[in-house]
């Protein structure tokens, strides 16, 4: 079974990484340039795990977290946060809104696939 991914990013640069390194590790990738695109993709796609980041335009990553966990039928989806952010402010922020885990920018590939499987599993 091909695991699907909603990355969630306003930077082309960062959702071309992803793409890159979720397909070679042979996830299936799905996209968004921020919050309210990726409840779009959402509304009508199945995924397995979303990556998401805090800092965008038009929904920020808390709100889209929010948002998610609000409609009641994602309560169980693993989100992760990746971000350039390290404050322990943000950090509770997104646990409280219900992050899965919280991930630095810039990220290791082999450490994202890892987290990846173990959030799923």
Known sequence: MTLR???VDDSRT???MLHHTLSNAGFEVLQAEDG???LDVLKAQ???VVITDINMPVMD???FIKNVRATGQHNSLPILILTTETSQDKRD???AAGGTGWI???FDPEKL???IHRVVH
């Open 36 to 38: 309210k695109q990726g």
């Open 104 to 106: 630095v920018k810039p």
């Open 61 to 63: 990553g808390i709100e």
């Open 113 to 115: 696939i890892s987290v």
């Open 46 to 48: 199945e995924v397995d």
């Open 14 to 16: 960062i959702l071309a």
């Open 5 to 7: 991914v909603l990355t």
């Open 93 to 95: 922020q997104g646990k």
